[in-house]
Protein backbone atom coordinates (compact mmCIF):
# COMPACT_ATOMS: atom_id res chain seq x y z
CA UNK A 1 0.00 0.00 0.00
CA UNK A 2 1.47 3.33 -0.58
CA UNK A 3 1.07 6.57 1.38
CA UNK A 4 -0.35 9.62 0.06
CA UNK A 5 1.74 10.84 -3.07
CA UNK A 6 4.87 12.48 -2.54
CA UNK A 7 4.77 14.95 -6.04
CA UNK A 8 7.64 17.24 -6.65
CA UNK A 9 4.63 20.25 -6.92
CA UNK A 10 5.36 23.06 -4.18
CA UNK A 11 2.62 24.56 -3.17
CA UNK A 12 2.14 28.30 -4.02
CA UNK A 13 2.33 30.71 -1.10
CA UNK A 14 1.87 34.42 0.20
CA UNK A 15 2.60 36.79 2.18
CA UNK A 16 0.32 37.75 4.84
CA UNK A 17 -0.13 41.44 4.52
CA UNK A 18 -1.37 43.74 7.64
CA UNK A 19 -4.29 46.23 6.97
CA UNK A 20 -3.15 50.09 5.91
CA UNK A 21 -4.48 52.55 8.22
CA UNK A 22 -7.98 53.96 6.64
CA UNK A 23 -9.60 57.14 7.76
CA UNK A 24 -12.83 58.38 7.26
CA UNK A 25 -16.17 60.38 8.33
CA UNK A 26 -18.56 58.05 9.59
CA UNK A 27 -21.70 56.77 7.08
CA UNK A 28 -23.59 53.94 7.22
CA UNK A 29 -23.83 52.65 3.77
CA UNK A 30 -22.13 53.42 0.87
CA UNK A 31 -23.31 52.17 -2.92
CA UNK A 32 -20.86 53.85 -4.85
CA UNK A 33 -18.00 56.92 -4.53
CA UNK A 34 -20.28 58.51 -7.26
CA UNK A 35 -23.58 59.22 -5.08
CA UNK A 36 -21.37 60.26 -2.26
CA UNK A 37 -18.72 62.22 -3.45
CA UNK A 38 -17.81 64.57 -0.60
CA UNK A 39 -16.99 61.41 1.55
CA UNK A 40 -13.23 61.37 2.16
CA UNK A 41 -12.12 57.35 2.80
CA UNK A 42 -8.61 57.55 2.08
CA UNK A 43 -6.59 53.96 1.03
CA UNK A 44 -2.46 53.53 0.44
CA UNK A 45 -2.53 52.51 -2.66
CA UNK A 46 0.92 51.37 -4.14
CA UNK A 47 2.46 52.86 -6.79
CA UNK A 48 2.54 51.43 -10.11
CA UNK A 49 6.10 51.07 -10.50
CA UNK A 50 6.67 48.86 -7.02
CA UNK A 51 3.10 47.20 -6.92
CA UNK A 52 3.16 43.22 -6.26
CA UNK A 53 6.13 40.69 -7.74
CA UNK A 54 5.90 37.34 -7.53
CA UNK A 55 9.23 36.34 -6.23
CA UNK A 56 10.09 32.45 -5.64
CA UNK A 57 6.73 31.67 -6.13
CA UNK A 58 5.94 34.80 -3.44
CA UNK A 59 4.21 38.35 -3.22
CA UNK A 60 6.47 40.82 -2.44
CA UNK A 61 5.13 43.79 -0.39
CA UNK A 62 5.47 46.94 -2.49
CA UNK A 63 7.77 49.76 -1.11
CA UNK A 64 5.87 52.78 -1.62
CA UNK A 65 2.41 53.85 -0.95
CA UNK A 66 0.23 56.83 -1.90
CA UNK A 67 -3.18 57.89 -0.38
CA UNK A 68 -6.40 57.92 -2.62
CA UNK A 69 -9.39 59.67 -1.65
CA UNK A 70 -13.07 59.18 -2.73
CA UNK A 71 -13.17 62.42 -5.28
CA UNK A 72 -9.67 60.90 -6.67
CA UNK A 73 -11.05 57.85 -7.01
CA UNK A 74 -13.82 58.79 -9.08
CA UNK A 75 -10.93 60.67 -11.35
CA UNK A 76 -9.14 57.61 -11.66
CA UNK A 77 -12.13 55.54 -12.66
CA UNK A 78 -13.59 58.13 -15.47
CA UNK A 79 -9.60 57.96 -16.63
CA UNK A 80 -9.66 54.12 -17.64
CA UNK A 81 -12.74 54.63 -19.02
CA UNK A 82 -11.07 57.26 -21.36
CA UNK A 83 -8.42 55.06 -21.87
CA UNK A 84 -8.31 52.26 -24.38
CA UNK A 85 -8.67 49.91 -22.43
CA UNK A 86 -11.04 47.56 -24.16
CA UNK A 87 -14.57 48.13 -22.36
CA UNK A 88 -14.34 44.77 -20.48
CA UNK A 89 -11.45 45.28 -18.98
CA UNK A 90 -12.21 48.73 -17.99
CA UNK A 91 -15.40 47.94 -16.39
CA UNK A 92 -13.38 45.05 -14.48
CA UNK A 93 -10.59 47.85 -13.30
CA UNK A 94 -13.10 49.85 -12.59
CA UNK A 95 -14.70 46.87 -9.86
CA UNK A 96 -11.88 46.22 -8.15
CA UNK A 97 -11.28 49.68 -7.40
CA UNK A 98 -14.96 50.24 -6.25
CA UNK A 99 -14.04 46.85 -4.43
CA UNK A 100 -11.14 48.08 -2.78
CA UNK A 101 -13.18 51.08 -1.35
CA UNK A 102 -15.88 49.19 -0.19
CA UNK A 103 -13.50 47.17 1.81
CA UNK A 104 -12.50 50.30 3.26
CA UNK A 105 -16.19 51.39 4.62
CA UNK A 106 -17.09 48.06 5.65
CA UNK A 107 -13.98 47.58 7.96
CA UNK A 108 -14.65 51.41 8.94
CA UNK A 109 -18.06 50.78 10.22
CA UNK A 110 -16.51 47.10 12.10
CA UNK A 111 -19.59 45.36 11.25
CA UNK A 112 -18.09 42.77 8.98
CA UNK A 113 -16.59 39.65 10.71
CA UNK A 114 -12.85 38.50 8.92
CA UNK A 115 -15.16 35.09 7.70
CA UNK A 116 -17.74 36.94 6.07
CA UNK A 117 -15.35 39.41 4.19
CA UNK A 118 -13.15 36.43 2.86
CA UNK A 119 -16.68 34.52 1.63
CA UNK A 120 -17.72 38.05 -0.09
CA UNK A 121 -14.44 38.68 -1.66
CA UNK A 122 -13.61 35.06 -2.75
CA UNK A 123 -16.78 33.61 -2.54
CA UNK A 124 -18.33 30.87 0.05
CA UNK A 125 -17.28 27.91 -1.87
CA UNK A 126 -13.32 27.87 -1.00
CA UNK A 127 -11.71 25.10 -1.07
CA UNK A 128 -11.93 22.16 0.83
CA UNK A 129 -10.77 21.84 4.83
CA UNK A 130 -8.27 19.10 4.23
CA UNK A 131 -5.42 20.32 1.43
CA UNK A 132 -4.52 17.98 -1.30
CA UNK A 133 -2.32 15.80 -0.46
CA UNK A 134 -0.02 16.83 -3.23
CA UNK A 135 0.28 20.18 -1.35
CA UNK A 136 0.54 18.53 1.94
CA UNK A 137 3.56 16.37 0.94
CA UNK A 138 5.30 18.99 -1.65
CA UNK A 139 5.67 21.38 0.95
CA UNK A 140 7.23 19.23 3.51
CA UNK A 141 9.21 16.46 1.79
CA UNK A 142 12.15 18.55 0.81
CA UNK A 143 12.00 20.04 4.36
CA UNK A 144 14.19 17.95 6.45
CA UNK A 145 17.14 18.05 3.82
CA UNK A 146 16.89 21.40 1.92
CA UNK A 147 16.98 25.05 3.50
CA UNK A 148 14.92 26.08 0.48
CA UNK A 149 12.41 24.02 1.59
CA UNK A 150 11.92 25.88 4.91
CA UNK A 151 11.46 28.93 3.61
CA UNK A 152 7.92 28.23 1.52
CA UNK A 153 5.32 31.15 3.75
CA UNK A 154 2.18 30.92 4.47
CA UNK A 155 -0.14 28.43 2.04
CA UNK A 156 -2.43 30.50 -0.70
CA UNK A 157 -5.63 29.08 0.69
CA UNK A 158 -5.22 29.66 3.86
CA UNK A 159 -4.13 33.81 2.85
CA UNK A 160 -6.05 34.02 -0.54
CA UNK A 161 -8.35 30.75 -1.59
CA UNK A 162 -8.78 30.26 -5.29
CA UNK A 163 -5.61 32.57 -5.96
CA UNK A 164 -3.73 30.76 -8.46
CA UNK A 165 0.13 30.78 -9.75
CA UNK A 166 1.74 28.71 -12.45
CA UNK A 167 5.40 29.24 -13.66
CA UNK A 168 6.88 28.31 -10.60
CA UNK A 169 10.45 26.38 -9.83
CA UNK A 170 8.92 23.39 -8.59
CA UNK A 171 5.25 23.67 -10.91
CA UNK A 172 2.00 24.46 -9.55
CA UNK A 173 -0.33 22.84 -7.52
CA UNK A 174 -3.09 20.01 -8.61
CA UNK A 175 -6.00 21.69 -10.51
CA UNK A 176 -9.63 21.96 -9.46
CA UNK A 177 -10.50 18.94 -11.70
CA UNK A 178 -7.33 16.31 -10.31
CA UNK A 179 -9.54 17.57 -7.10
CA UNK A 180 -11.91 14.96 -4.76
CA UNK A 181 -15.22 15.95 -5.96
CA UNK A 182 -17.18 17.37 -3.15
CA UNK A 183 -21.09 15.97 -3.33
CA UNK A 184 -23.44 19.37 -2.82
CA UNK A 185 -26.81 19.53 -0.99
CA UNK A 186 -28.08 17.70 2.04
CA UNK A 187 -26.81 17.33 5.40
CA UNK A 188 -22.68 16.44 6.57
CA UNK A 189 -23.53 13.13 8.39
CA UNK A 190 -24.45 13.59 12.03
CA UNK A 191 -26.15 17.03 11.32
CA UNK A 192 -29.25 18.71 10.37
CA UNK A 193 -32.92 17.47 11.57
CA UNK A 194 -33.65 14.39 13.64
CA UNK A 195 -36.19 12.22 12.66
CA UNK A 196 -39.00 10.85 15.26
CA UNK A 197 -36.78 7.58 15.65
CA UNK A 198 -34.22 9.40 17.29
CA UNK A 199 -36.62 10.02 20.13
CA UNK A 200 -36.24 6.02 21.97
CA UNK A 201 -36.72 7.25 25.17
CA UNK A 202 -40.14 9.08 24.24
CA UNK A 203 -43.08 8.16 26.29
CA UNK A 204 -45.34 6.70 24.12
CA UNK A 205 -49.29 7.77 23.64
CA UNK A 206 -51.48 6.53 21.53
CA UNK A 207 -54.05 8.75 19.83
CA UNK A 208 -56.91 7.25 18.33
CA UNK A 209 -59.94 8.46 16.00
CA UNK A 210 -63.24 8.90 18.53
CA UNK A 211 -66.01 8.79 15.69
CA UNK A 212 -64.09 6.83 13.11
CA UNK A 213 -62.94 2.63 12.91
CA UNK A 214 -61.47 0.41 10.87
CA UNK A 215 -64.49 -0.83 7.90
CA UNK A 216 -66.50 2.73 8.46
CA UNK A 217 -67.94 4.09 5.70
CA UNK A 218 -66.24 7.17 4.49
CA UNK A 219 -67.80 10.27 5.48
CA UNK A 220 -66.20 12.32 2.97
CA UNK A 221 -67.18 10.39 -0.15
CA UNK A 222 -69.68 7.50 1.29
CA UNK A 223 -68.80 5.31 -0.72
CA UNK A 224 -65.61 3.56 0.42
CA UNK A 225 -64.67 1.51 3.36
CA UNK A 226 -61.89 3.11 5.75
CA UNK A 227 -58.63 0.69 6.64
CA UNK A 228 -55.48 0.99 8.90
CA UNK A 229 -52.05 2.52 7.76
CA UNK A 230 -49.45 2.89 9.71
CA UNK A 231 -49.52 5.72 12.03
CA UNK A 232 -48.59 9.10 11.39
CA UNK A 233 -45.62 10.35 14.45
CA UNK A 234 -45.42 13.74 15.86
CA UNK A 235 -43.10 14.86 18.24
CA UNK A 236 -43.22 17.10 21.59
CA UNK A 237 -40.32 18.39 23.84
CA UNK A 238 -41.26 19.04 27.68
CA UNK A 239 -38.83 20.07 30.20
CA UNK A 240 -38.50 18.71 33.90
CA UNK A 241 -36.12 18.47 36.47
CA UNK A 242 -33.23 16.20 36.56
CA UNK A 243 -34.88 14.28 39.31
CA UNK A 244 -38.77 14.79 39.78
CA UNK A 245 -41.08 13.32 42.05
CA UNK A 246 -44.79 11.63 42.09
CA UNK A 247 -46.65 12.23 45.27
CA UNK A 248 -49.27 9.05 46.35
CA UNK A 249 -52.25 10.28 48.41
CA UNK A 250 -53.15 7.09 50.69
CA UNK A 251 -56.84 7.20 51.55
CA UNK A 252 -56.72 6.39 54.84
CA UNK A 253 -60.53 4.42 57.01
CA UNK A 254 -61.01 4.82 60.65
CA UNK A 255 -64.10 2.66 62.63
CA UNK A 256 -66.13 4.75 64.60
CA UNK A 257 -65.87 1.86 67.31
CA UNK A 258 -62.38 0.54 67.94
CA UNK A 259 -60.78 3.36 66.19
CA UNK A 260 -58.73 0.80 64.17
CA UNK A 261 -57.17 2.87 60.77
CA UNK A 262 -56.99 1.97 57.31
CA UNK A 263 -54.71 3.04 54.60
CA UNK A 264 -54.63 2.17 50.94
CA UNK A 265 -51.81 0.02 49.49
CA UNK A 266 -49.17 2.20 47.03
CA UNK A 267 -48.99 0.74 43.87
CA UNK A 268 -46.26 -2.23 42.90
CA UNK A 269 -44.40 0.57 40.38
CA UNK A 270 -44.14 2.94 43.64
CA UNK A 271 -41.33 0.78 44.96
CA UNK A 272 -40.72 0.45 48.84
CA UNK A 273 -37.66 3.14 49.28
CA UNK A 274 -37.73 7.04 48.37
CA UNK A 275 -35.29 7.27 46.15
CA UNK A 276 -35.12 4.90 42.71
CA UNK A 277 -32.05 3.33 41.78
CA UNK A 278 -32.98 5.56 38.68
CA UNK A 279 -32.88 8.37 40.19
CA UNK A 280 -29.54 7.91 42.05
CA UNK A 281 -27.71 7.16 39.05
CA UNK A 282 -28.86 10.59 36.93
CA UNK A 283 -27.25 12.21 40.40
CA UNK A 284 -24.13 10.53 39.83
CA UNK A 285 -24.03 11.25 35.53
CA UNK A 286 -25.17 14.88 36.33
CA UNK A 287 -22.02 14.89 39.44
CA UNK A 288 -19.04 12.99 37.23
CA UNK A 289 -19.72 13.03 34.04
CA UNK A 290 -21.77 16.91 33.47
CA UNK A 291 -19.84 18.06 36.47
CA UNK A 292 -22.39 19.42 37.98
CA UNK A 293 -21.54 20.59 41.44
CA UNK A 294 -24.30 19.45 44.13
CA UNK A 295 -25.32 23.16 45.27
CA UNK A 296 -26.03 23.75 41.82
CA UNK A 297 -28.63 20.63 41.10
CA UNK A 298 -29.88 21.56 44.58
CA UNK A 299 -30.64 24.85 43.24
CA UNK A 300 -32.13 23.90 39.46
CA UNK A 301 -34.00 21.26 41.71
CA UNK A 302 -35.79 24.15 43.77
CA UNK A 303 -36.45 26.11 40.97
CA UNK A 304 -38.90 23.73 39.51
CA UNK A 305 -40.29 22.28 42.81
CA UNK A 306 -38.24 18.96 43.85
CA UNK A 307 -35.96 19.99 46.47
CA UNK A 308 -33.10 17.82 47.12
CA UNK A 309 -30.42 19.11 49.66
CA UNK A 310 -27.08 18.50 48.45
CA UNK A 311 -26.19 16.31 51.86
CA UNK A 312 -28.94 14.45 50.44
CA UNK A 313 -27.70 13.99 47.31
CA UNK A 314 -24.27 12.90 48.50
CA UNK A 315 -25.68 10.18 50.79
CA UNK A 316 -27.72 8.82 47.47
CA UNK A 317 -24.43 8.86 45.53
CA UNK A 318 -22.81 6.48 47.79
CA UNK A 319 -25.15 4.12 47.29
CA UNK A 320 -24.35 3.61 43.65
CA UNK A 321 -20.34 3.66 44.62
CA UNK A 322 -21.17 0.97 47.44
CA UNK A 323 -22.25 -1.24 44.53
CA UNK A 324 -19.88 -0.42 41.76
CA UNK A 325 -16.94 -0.52 43.97
CA UNK A 326 -16.00 -4.30 43.54
CA UNK A 327 -16.12 -3.58 39.55
CA UNK A 328 -14.15 -1.12 39.75
CA UNK A 329 -11.36 -3.34 41.57
CA UNK A 330 -12.00 -6.26 39.04
CA UNK A 331 -11.28 -3.90 36.10
CA UNK A 332 -7.65 -3.05 37.58
CA UNK A 333 -6.84 -6.40 37.75
CA UNK A 334 -7.88 -6.38 33.95
CA UNK A 335 -6.09 -3.49 33.40
CA UNK A 336 -3.23 -4.63 34.77
CA UNK A 337 -2.46 -6.60 32.30
CA UNK A 338 -3.47 -5.05 29.41
CA UNK A 339 -0.34 -4.81 26.24
CA UNK A 340 -1.27 -0.55 25.60
CA UNK A 341 -1.30 1.75 29.07
CA UNK A 342 -1.98 5.51 28.07
CA UNK A 343 -0.73 8.14 31.32
CA UNK A 344 -1.00 11.58 32.46
CA UNK A 345 -2.01 13.01 35.41
CA UNK A 346 -3.61 17.05 35.86
CA UNK A 347 -3.77 18.72 39.54
CA UNK A 348 -6.71 18.35 41.55
CA UNK A 349 -8.03 19.97 45.01
CA UNK A 350 -8.79 18.22 48.38
CA UNK A 351 -10.03 20.57 51.07
CA UNK A 352 -8.25 17.94 53.81
CA UNK A 353 -4.82 18.12 51.89
CA UNK A 354 -4.93 21.42 51.39
CA UNK A 355 -5.28 22.18 55.45
CA UNK A 356 -2.79 19.59 55.97
CA UNK A 357 0.07 21.44 53.25
CA UNK A 358 -0.81 24.24 55.30
CA UNK A 359 0.47 22.45 58.56
CA UNK A 360 3.17 21.35 56.56
CA UNK A 361 4.69 24.40 55.52
CA UNK A 362 4.27 25.96 58.77
CA UNK A 363 6.02 23.09 60.24
CA UNK A 364 9.01 23.88 57.66
CA UNK A 365 9.65 27.81 58.35
CA UNK A 366 9.12 26.89 61.91
CA UNK A 367 12.64 24.44 60.95
CA UNK A 368 13.82 27.38 58.91
CA UNK A 369 13.50 25.65 55.18
CA UNK A 370 12.28 27.52 52.81
CA UNK A 371 9.91 25.18 51.47
CA UNK A 372 8.53 22.04 53.04
CA UNK A 373 10.48 18.17 52.60
CA UNK A 374 6.93 16.35 52.21
CA UNK A 375 5.26 15.98 49.20
CA UNK A 376 2.34 18.94 49.24
CA UNK A 377 1.39 18.15 45.14
CA UNK A 378 -2.40 16.91 44.30
CA UNK A 379 -2.99 15.30 41.14
CA UNK A 380 -5.58 13.24 39.52
CA UNK A 381 -4.13 10.28 37.38
CA UNK A 382 -5.58 8.76 33.95
CA UNK A 383 -4.68 5.44 32.97
CA UNK A 384 -6.31 4.81 30.24
CA UNK A 385 -5.72 0.80 28.89
CA UNK A 386 -5.93 -1.32 25.88
CA UNK A 387 -6.81 -4.93 26.98
CA UNK A 388 -7.48 -6.73 23.97
CA UNK A 389 -10.47 -5.05 21.95
CA UNK A 390 -11.93 -3.16 24.97
CA UNK A 391 -10.80 0.11 26.28
CA UNK A 392 -10.51 0.40 30.11
CA UNK A 393 -10.45 4.14 32.40
CA UNK A 394 -9.10 4.07 35.67
CA UNK A 395 -8.54 7.51 37.62
CA UNK A 396 -7.00 8.11 40.72
CA UNK A 397 -7.02 11.44 43.00
CA UNK A 398 -4.64 11.53 45.42
CA UNK A 399 -1.09 12.48 46.41
CA UNK A 400 0.54 9.96 44.88
CA UNK A 401 1.44 11.12 40.81
CA UNK A 402 0.80 9.22 37.70
CA UNK A 403 4.09 7.14 37.57
CA UNK A 404 3.50 5.66 40.95
CA UNK A 405 -0.23 4.87 40.27
CA UNK A 406 0.96 3.35 37.07
CA UNK A 407 3.54 0.91 38.99
CA UNK A 408 0.68 0.39 41.66
CA UNK A 409 -0.96 -1.39 38.83
CA UNK A 410 1.73 -3.29 36.76
CA UNK A 411 2.32 -4.98 40.30
CA UNK A 412 -0.97 -6.61 39.68
CA UNK A 413 0.39 -7.80 36.55
CA UNK A 414 0.92 -11.83 35.65
CA UNK A 415 4.35 -12.64 35.55
CA UNK A 416 4.23 -14.55 32.48
CA UNK A 417 3.40 -11.87 30.25
CA UNK A 418 5.14 -9.45 28.15
CA UNK A 419 6.03 -5.94 28.77
CA UNK A 420 3.27 -3.59 28.54
CA UNK A 421 3.76 -0.11 26.03
CA UNK A 422 3.32 2.84 28.14
CA UNK A 423 2.55 6.09 26.13
CA UNK A 424 3.01 9.33 28.35
CA UNK A 425 4.75 12.84 28.15
CA UNK A 426 8.44 13.17 29.14
CA UNK A 427 7.85 14.31 32.21
CA UNK A 428 9.48 12.87 35.32
CA UNK A 429 6.43 12.24 37.33
CA UNK A 430 5.51 9.76 34.92
CA UNK A 431 8.17 7.77 35.17
CA UNK A 432 8.14 3.94 36.77
CA UNK A 433 10.11 1.01 36.77
CA UNK A 434 11.55 0.70 32.97
CA UNK A 435 12.60 -2.86 33.68
CA UNK A 436 8.69 -4.10 33.55
CA UNK A 437 7.49 -1.96 30.60
CA UNK A 438 8.50 -0.13 26.92
CA UNK A 439 8.10 3.40 27.31
CA UNK A 440 7.20 5.55 24.37
CA UNK A 441 6.69 9.26 24.45
CA UNK A 442 4.13 11.56 22.72
CA UNK A 443 5.40 12.82 19.48
CA UNK A 444 2.53 15.65 19.47
CA UNK A 445 4.36 17.18 22.40
CA UNK A 446 7.55 17.07 20.52
CA UNK A 447 5.80 18.89 17.97
CA UNK A 448 3.61 21.26 20.06
CA UNK A 449 6.74 22.63 21.54
CA UNK A 450 8.17 24.17 17.73
CA UNK A 451 4.61 25.33 16.88
CA UNK A 452 4.38 27.34 19.80
CA UNK A 453 7.60 29.08 18.60
CA UNK A 454 6.62 29.02 15.02
CA UNK A 455 5.98 32.90 15.23
CA UNK A 456 9.46 33.48 16.02
CA UNK A 457 11.35 31.08 14.38
CA UNK A 458 9.33 30.32 11.23
CA UNK A 459 11.84 28.79 8.70
CA UNK A 460 13.62 26.38 11.50
CA UNK A 461 9.54 25.68 13.06
CA UNK A 462 8.13 24.83 9.85
CA UNK A 463 10.60 21.79 9.28
CA UNK A 464 9.94 20.12 11.61
CA UNK A 465 6.55 20.50 11.52
CA UNK A 466 5.89 19.44 7.89
CA UNK A 467 8.10 16.65 8.72
CA UNK A 468 5.66 15.41 11.41
CA UNK A 469 2.79 16.30 9.43
CA UNK A 470 3.53 13.55 6.96
CA UNK A 471 4.12 11.28 9.89
CA UNK A 472 0.77 11.31 11.81
CA UNK A 473 -0.84 11.23 7.82
CA UNK A 474 0.81 8.31 7.13
CA UNK A 475 -0.64 6.79 9.95
CA UNK A 476 -3.90 8.09 10.04
CA UNK A 477 -3.95 6.36 6.76
CA UNK A 478 -2.84 2.66 8.32
CA UNK A 479 -5.77 3.46 10.72
CA UNK A 480 -8.51 4.36 8.07
CA UNK A 481 -7.26 0.96 6.13
CA UNK A 482 -7.45 -1.14 9.77
CA UNK A 483 -3.93 -2.30 9.59
CA UNK A 484 -2.68 -4.92 12.06
CA UNK A 485 -0.29 -3.81 14.25
CA UNK A 486 2.58 -6.09 12.18
CA UNK A 487 1.12 -4.11 8.89
CA UNK A 488 1.07 -0.92 10.48
CA UNK A 489 4.91 -0.83 11.29
CA UNK A 490 6.28 -1.92 8.11
CA UNK A 491 4.18 0.90 6.77
CA UNK A 492 5.56 3.29 8.96
CA UNK A 493 9.28 1.72 8.19
CA UNK A 494 8.43 1.98 4.95
CA UNK A 495 7.27 5.42 4.69
CA UNK A 496 7.93 7.29 7.89
CA UNK A 497 11.15 6.12 8.59
CA UNK A 498 12.74 8.11 5.91
CA UNK A 499 11.11 11.58 7.21
CA UNK A 500 12.46 10.95 10.42
CA UNK A 501 15.68 9.82 9.26
CA UNK A 502 15.92 13.09 7.63
CA UNK A 503 14.59 15.22 10.29
CA UNK A 504 17.30 14.11 12.65
CA UNK A 505 19.90 14.55 10.44
CA UNK A 506 18.84 18.06 10.66
CA UNK A 507 18.40 18.38 14.12
CA UNK A 508 21.99 17.26 14.69
CA UNK A 509 23.06 20.07 11.94
CA UNK A 510 21.67 22.59 13.79
CA UNK A 511 23.43 21.77 16.81
CA UNK A 512 26.74 20.59 15.59
CA UNK A 513 26.52 23.39 13.47
CA UNK A 514 26.14 25.87 16.45
CA UNK A 515 23.21 27.06 14.28
CA UNK A 516 20.65 27.91 17.33
CA UNK A 517 21.43 28.68 20.44
CA UNK A 518 21.16 25.55 22.87
CA UNK A 519 19.75 27.89 25.71
CA UNK A 520 17.15 29.67 23.55
CA UNK A 521 13.48 28.40 23.34
CA UNK A 522 14.55 26.60 20.06
CA UNK A 523 17.88 25.01 21.33
CA UNK A 524 16.06 23.54 24.20
CA UNK A 525 12.79 22.18 21.79
CA UNK A 526 15.91 20.55 19.63
CA UNK A 527 17.42 19.18 22.89
CA UNK A 528 14.15 17.61 23.96
CA UNK A 529 13.90 16.03 20.29
CA UNK A 530 17.77 14.92 19.98
CA UNK A 531 17.00 13.31 24.22
CA UNK A 532 14.21 11.54 23.65
CA UNK A 533 14.28 10.56 20.37
CA UNK A 534 14.33 6.32 21.12
CA UNK A 535 11.24 6.72 22.72
CA UNK A 536 9.82 8.97 20.60
CA UNK A 537 10.26 7.30 17.56
CA UNK A 538 9.49 3.57 19.12
CA UNK A 539 6.26 3.28 17.03
CA UNK A 540 9.11 2.43 14.00
CA UNK A 541 10.56 -0.42 15.84
CA UNK A 542 7.93 -2.02 17.88
CA UNK A 543 4.23 -3.43 16.66
CA UNK A 544 1.34 -1.12 18.32
CA UNK A 545 3.25 1.40 19.42
CA UNK A 546 1.38 4.92 19.63
CA UNK A 547 2.29 7.97 18.08
CA UNK A 548 0.94 10.42 20.33
CA UNK A 549 -0.84 10.19 23.90
CA UNK A 550 -4.20 12.37 22.97
CA UNK A 551 -6.67 9.34 24.17
CA UNK A 552 -5.64 9.68 27.90
CA UNK A 553 -5.86 13.56 26.76
CA UNK A 554 -9.44 13.88 26.13
CA UNK A 555 -9.90 11.21 29.38
CA UNK A 556 -9.07 13.66 31.45
CA UNK A 557 -11.58 16.19 30.15
CA UNK A 558 -13.80 14.25 32.84
CA UNK A 559 -12.27 15.65 35.58
CA UNK A 560 -10.84 18.99 34.35
CA UNK A 561 -14.83 19.27 33.99
CA UNK A 562 -15.59 18.39 37.75
CA UNK A 563 -12.35 20.90 38.54
CA UNK A 564 -13.71 23.78 36.67
CA UNK A 565 -17.25 23.74 37.99
CA UNK A 566 -16.67 22.41 41.50
CA UNK A 567 -12.99 23.51 42.13
CA UNK A 568 -12.58 20.96 45.09
CA UNK A 569 -13.30 17.66 46.79
CA UNK A 570 -13.64 17.86 50.77
CA UNK A 571 -12.03 14.60 51.80
CA UNK A 572 -9.97 12.15 50.55
CA UNK A 573 -12.94 9.59 50.26
CA UNK A 574 -15.32 11.89 48.22
CA UNK A 575 -12.24 12.14 45.69
CA UNK A 576 -11.88 8.27 45.98
CA UNK A 577 -15.83 8.01 44.76
CA UNK A 578 -15.44 10.55 42.14
CA UNK A 579 -12.57 8.53 41.02
CA UNK A 580 -13.99 5.29 41.13
CA UNK A 581 -17.78 6.32 39.10
CA UNK A 582 -15.81 8.56 36.77
CA UNK A 583 -14.00 5.36 35.75
CA UNK A 584 -17.28 3.40 35.68
CA UNK A 585 -18.32 6.02 33.43
CA UNK A 586 -15.74 6.21 30.97
CA UNK A 587 -15.22 2.72 30.85
CA UNK A 588 -18.94 2.51 29.88
CA UNK A 589 -19.08 5.30 26.98
CA UNK A 590 -15.79 3.15 25.43
CA UNK A 591 -18.02 0.49 25.72
CA UNK A 592 -20.77 1.80 24.03
CA UNK A 593 -23.08 1.12 26.36
CA UNK A 594 -26.07 3.37 28.01
CA UNK A 595 -24.29 4.49 31.28
CA UNK A 596 -28.38 5.40 33.43
CA UNK A 597 -28.47 2.03 32.72
CA UNK A 598 -25.31 0.50 33.64
CA UNK A 599 -25.47 2.19 36.91
CA UNK A 600 -29.13 1.10 37.40
CA UNK A 601 -28.40 -2.17 36.72
CA UNK A 602 -25.52 -2.43 39.34
CA UNK A 603 -28.42 -1.43 41.99
CA UNK A 604 -30.57 -3.66 41.44
CA UNK A 605 -28.62 -6.54 41.35
CA UNK A 606 -26.31 -6.04 44.01
CA UNK A 607 -26.01 -9.46 45.70
CA UNK A 608 -24.71 -10.93 41.59
CA UNK A 609 -22.58 -7.95 41.07
CA UNK A 610 -20.53 -8.94 44.53
CA UNK A 611 -20.95 -12.14 44.20
CA UNK A 612 -19.61 -12.56 39.78
CA UNK A 613 -18.16 -8.96 39.47
CA UNK A 614 -16.83 -10.37 36.49
CA UNK A 615 -20.53 -10.74 34.53
CA UNK A 616 -21.22 -7.14 35.25
CA UNK A 617 -19.04 -5.07 33.76
CA UNK A 618 -19.71 -2.38 31.33
CA UNK A 619 -19.71 -4.82 28.61
CA UNK A 620 -21.05 -7.75 29.58
CA UNK A 621 -23.77 -6.69 31.71
CA UNK A 622 -26.32 -6.80 29.86
CA UNK A 623 -25.77 -10.92 29.05
CA UNK A 624 -26.19 -10.84 33.05
CA UNK A 625 -29.55 -9.27 32.65
CA UNK A 626 -30.76 -11.74 30.07
CA UNK A 627 -33.29 -14.82 31.57
CA UNK A 628 -31.67 -17.88 31.33
Known amino acids: MKPLSHGSNRSVSVTERKPYAVVSAPHRYLTGLDKLPSNRYIYRFTEPNEGPSLEGCRVKKPAGTITLSSEEGEVLIAQVHQSNLPAAVAGRVTQIIRMYFWVVFALQEAKLSVKRLRNLLFGSSAQPKDRPASEVEATSSEAPGQAAGAEEAALVDEVAPRLETTGCEAGSGASESEAKPKPKGGHRAGTGRLGADAYVGAERTECRHEDLAVGQRCPVCGQGTLYELPPGVEIRIDGQALLSALRYELQKLRCSACGQIFTASLPHEAGEEKYSPRARAVLVVGRYYLGLPLYRIEGYQAMLGVPIPDATQWDQIERVADCGYVVFQHLEGLAAQGELIHQDDTSVRIVTLIKENQQIRAQAAAQGFSRPQERTGMFTTALVVK ?164 LVERALKLFIRQRKNSLFYQTEYSAYIASMLTSLIATGLYAGVNVLDYLVALQEHRAEVFADPAAWLPWSYQASLAPP
Open 387 to 550: WGERTICLYYSGRSHAGENLQALLEQRQANLGKPLVMSDALSRNAADDDQLIRCHCLAHGRRQFSDLEDVFPQECRVVIEALKQVFDHDTEARDQQMSPEARLAYHQAYSQPLMDDLKAWLDRQVEGRLVEPNSSLGQAIAYMQTHWETLTRFLSVAGAPLDNN
